[in-house]
């Protein structure tokens, strides 16, 4: 399908370029499934339309590299995966110049980091301009991952700008859960859905001997996926405590409207069964060691900085089952629990939320056509709860049809019957969401881990300080930035902001929702001073 391989429409380099537009009907933030859907969507109807993305191709983390992909071996990824093509065929015929529909009513702008939105609606974002670099052979790379040699871009400059939306669809997705546990921070541990960036993008493995920890569907996904791609899995951990599976059991009814997708979970389980790898099941006290029984550390040093101090290198994972404690050798643990709203835009723009019991997360609030708080601001896909890359494209579509409506480009009559199939299969989507949350929800001692456990890796903020603090009678987490900066650093609190939460709440007695999150402001990811001096002239 040659037609997906690349996007090479000008404006997708060059802001400058000829049609580039400083004002939009629509400006869609994020090119994952819900944003593509949207994209394609809107300009169907008639709108003007700006998609914006941090990556060099659209995608989102789902569908990441679905066109220029290096894997040689597309059973590796599986259907689930290629069904992205269609997505990315319906954007690249939306861009197309000689399209008698859409011609020049979308701009997509990649490498595009949204840092801001202004209360006049003006969306400030950061571009990056890209050069090839050859991507490394599989001889020279030492993946056992059988690769496909391309060009993949690199960023070499950035430049910020501004552009007007009288409509914003913010499609931002998710992000994985941070998991803190103790040794979490150790070279070799990684999430799972970084090994999954990667196999799609690179066609590369992390090292071996690995194990793979946590719960849910994803790490049985990317456990099958590594597997098939010829990597040697030491074993799988699984985090999920007993009794989830009896608890779960009243969601069953509305999970059975959504049998391929339940099937697809059993046969995952089967896979990994087949190709005998070995599985443990509720596996608690998870601990990521430098050292193994009563050896030494083991130490990276690097030559060029002879005066730094030698880094700590991960050697085994300790587990323990039915109170019997495991050890295992690794060189690499990828460990997931879950995902989970990407709400840092959302919350910058001082959007409502709400908190997700089942998920253990805050979502921005937002009604069935996805309209937020805000009346000129919409969400859809993961960003906006959790419900996965089908759900997230109905939902995109659903959106993009209700701001075509409020725009004047539909009547009432024909958004109701141009929304209505895709409800449907929004609504058997969404069926099976409470049994999985249900099921996978993460066990207590990720929520609220021991106090030794680094939580905010920014400014090295152990739990044990954040209960400390929270017993001193503050009034949620963005007071713990006065007592100790966690929330302050480079990730803005990305990575400890739903931990700390939680800390809070446990030590006060309280539910998350009335603890709160951190109040986030622009920008809302770093950027340079001259970037912003730029801007300003």
């Keep these: 399908m040659n037609t ?5 429409i000008e404006t997708q380099q060059n802001p400058n370029a000829a049609g580039a537009q400083s004002s939009y009907d629509l400006v ?20 003007r339309v700006a998609l914006l993305d941090e990556q060099p191709n659209p995608g989102g983390q789902i569908y990441r590299a679905i066109g220029p992909t290096a894997l040689q071996d597309e059973k590796v990824l599986g259907p689930d995966y290629y069904a992205g093509r269609q997505l990315l065929a319906d954007l690249h015929q939306a861009l197309d110049s000689n399209n008698a529909v859409t011609q020049g ?33 599989s001889e020279n790379s030492g993946s056992p991952v059988k690769q496909t040699p391309q060009t993949n871009p690199m960023a070499t400059s950035n430049t910020s700008r501004r552009i007007n939306a009288n409509k914003i669809l913010i499609a931002t997705g998710a992000m994985e859960r941070p998991v803190p546990f103790p040794g979490w921070t150790l070279p070799g541990v990684m999430t799972c859905g970084s ?10 493995a992390p090292k071996m001997p690995l194990v793979l920890a946590g719960s849910g569907p994803l790490l049985l996904l990317i456990a099958a996926q590594l597997h098939r791609a010829g990597v040697e899995i030491s074993a799988v951990l699984d985090t999920t405590p007993k009794g989830r599976y009896r608890k779960a059991l009243k969601y069953l009814p509305g999970a059975l409207k959504n049998l391929p997708l339940l099937k697809k979970g059993l046969e995952l389980l089967l ?50 089952v039915n109170g019997k404690i495991h050890h295992r050798p690794c060189q690499t643990l990828l460990v997931h629990q879950g995902v989970v709203p990407n709400v840092q835009l959302s919350r910058a723009l001082r959007l409502g939320h709400q908190w997700n019991t089942l998920q253990q997360c805050w979502a921005p609030e937002k009604n069935t056509w996805g309209r937020s708080s805000h009346a000129d601001i919409f969400i859809a896909g993961d960003g906006g709860g959790i419900a996965g890359a ?40 969404q069926a099976i969401r409470p049994f999985l949350d249900q099921l996978y929800q993460p066990a207590d ?51 400890c902001g739903l931990t700390v939460s939680n800390l809070i709440a446990e030590v006060q007695g309280k539910k998350p929702e009335e603890v709160g999150y951190y109040q986030i402001r622009s920008p809302i990811k770093p950027l340079t001073l001259e970037e912003l001096a730029d801007l300003a002239q």
């Design 445 to 495: 001692e990720f929520l609220t881990p021991a106090d030794d456990t680094l939580v905010c890796r920014c400014e090295e903020v152990t739990a044990g300080e954040i209960r400390a603090i929270a017993a001193k009678g503050i009034a949620g987490p963005n007071q713990t930035k006065a007592f100790c900066r966690s929330g302050m650093g480079p990730c803005q609190g990305r990575m």
């Design 271 to 320: 896979e990994l069964k087949q190709a005998g790898i070995h599985y443990e099941k509720h596996v608690t006290g998870l601990k990521a060691l430098s050292c193994s029984d009563g050896q030494p550390s083991v130490k990276a040093f690097d030559p060029a900085k002879p005066d730094m101090q030698p880094i700590e290198l991960l050697q085994q994972v300790e587990y323990s």
């Design 4 to 8: 997906t391989a690349s996007l090479s």
């Design 390 to 429: 089908k759900a997230a494209e109905y939902q995109g579509k659903i959106a993009a049809l209700k701001i075509a409506q409020t725009l004047g480009y539909l009547t009432e009559d024909q958004l109701l019957k141009h929304a209505e199939p895709f409800r449907s299969l929004l609504d058997k989507q």
């Design 195 to 204: 090994a999954q960036i990667l196999l799609k993008q690179s066609a590369l």
């Design 105 to 137: 009513l979308l701009h997509y702008f990649s490498g595009s980091m949204v840092w801001s939105i202004e209360q006049d609606q003006s969306v400030c974002f950061s571009q990056q301009t890209f050069a090839a670099t050859n991507s490394a052979d």
């Design 28 to 47: 869609i933030i994020g090119a994952g499934p819900a944003g593509m859907s949207a994209a394609s969507t809107a300009c169907q109807h008639g709108l």
